[in-house]
């Protein structure tokens, strides 16, 4: 560990400011959405302190090991990551709930693999690109992207099988952005995503319309995709959480109702409030200024993180860092833009603000990266 103590002086503390503040407005946005349901918050809101506390001394580790030294392990935590996305489909460790394989459990133990899997990719992917553009002067071919995607292609193809399209691109996005700094030109990248969402709208087209079952989507996110296109198609089933929730946001005004006030929220009309749906909350509790409040902490968060990115010493700092950019700028904009109807139901949480345990730690991990990044950005000399 290439560890000295003026390290300290070069923490990006506004980062590390700026996440305790959004942990910190996501508490009592739980406890009240949990209430909601007729619950008590206690043992939520100890769950989600308990992991903010265990990802706060995950990330102090991950800052604090030199990240020069992650490529040596990437070779062992790309083939570990798999293995655990394996997992969920053996018998006796993979839990299958309502026909989803997400979570495995080794005795008292139970976490859901594709949450540390966005961190593994993030250094493994970072650590390909680097030594990849090492090789090649420029990645100006349509060549190039062949081998970074492959590389990607595994993990996102066991995640979408669990099935968890969130999570898949969230991958994908990282490999956007990563690719982007890497030197792939925008517009290359703008193509392909073009071609991708007419191949997916033209799936949904043909399940819906035509009644051609393609096994790449699975019939509840042919339903979201549809509801994105037309909430009123089916609003008793699968489009009730995309209307409920911008009646909510709608109903909350400019300053909202006030905390445990929200009545989408307190009559049981909403849906996994306390989840994906949490920004359906705030907006109905805490109105258009609350909203307004709580993305601009986000937007001051990327800035910092792409900021990190620009200073970084190396491209390994710098993809590291782009990846962690992408991951938390793709949570936002999805888990929003569909509460909001601008975006389709992915099933994401809100990074720092959603009950969820699991996705704090890695959230928090990740951010412990993008610090290491900016906390060496300048030599020491010893």
Known sequence: MNWDSRLLRHVDYSALLLTVLLIGMGMPIIASAVKAQGDSPTGDLFKQGMAAGLGFLLMALLALIDYNEFPKLARALYYINLLLLLLVRVPGIGINSKGAYRWIHFGPLQFQPSE??????????????????????????????IL??????????????????GTSLVFIVMLAAM???????GWR??????????????????????????P????????????????????NDACYQVTQGRIAIGSGGLWG???????QNQLGFLVEQHTDWIFSVLGEELGFVGGTALLLVYFLLLARLI????????????????GVAAMFGFHVAENVGMVLGVMPAAGIPLP???????????NLAALGIALNVFMRRHTIMF
Not at 191 to 201: D, E, N, Q, Y
Not at 257 to 263: R, V
Not at 308 to 322: E, S
């Open 257 to 263: 109702k006030g905390l445990e006030k929200g009545t």
């Open 116 to 145: 540390p899997a966005k961190v593994i990719m993030l250094i493994t992917l970072a650590n390909f690109l680097a030594k990849y553009m090492e090789d090649h002067e420029r990645l100006d071919k349509w060549s190039d992207l």
């Open 307 to 322: 900021i990190i990115a620009i200073n970084a010493k190396d491209h390994f700092g710098l993809l590291l860092a782009t």
């Open 216 to 235: 790449l989507l699975q019939d509840y996110q042919i339903k979201r995709l549809a509801c994105f296109v037309d909430p009123s198609a089916d609003p």
């Open 179 to 185: 690719l982007y700094m890497a030197g792939v030109p």
């Open 352 to 362: 720092f603000i959603s009950y969820a345990p699991s996705a704090l730690l890695t």
């Open 148 to 165: 970074p995607t492959l590389h990607v292609l595994p993990a996102a193809a066991l995640v979408m099988l669990q099935p968890d399209l």
């Open 189 to 214: 990248l703008a193509g392909i995503a073009i071609v991708g969402i007419t191949l997916v709208s033209g799936i949904a087209y043909a399940d819906l319309h035509w009644h051609v079952k393609i």
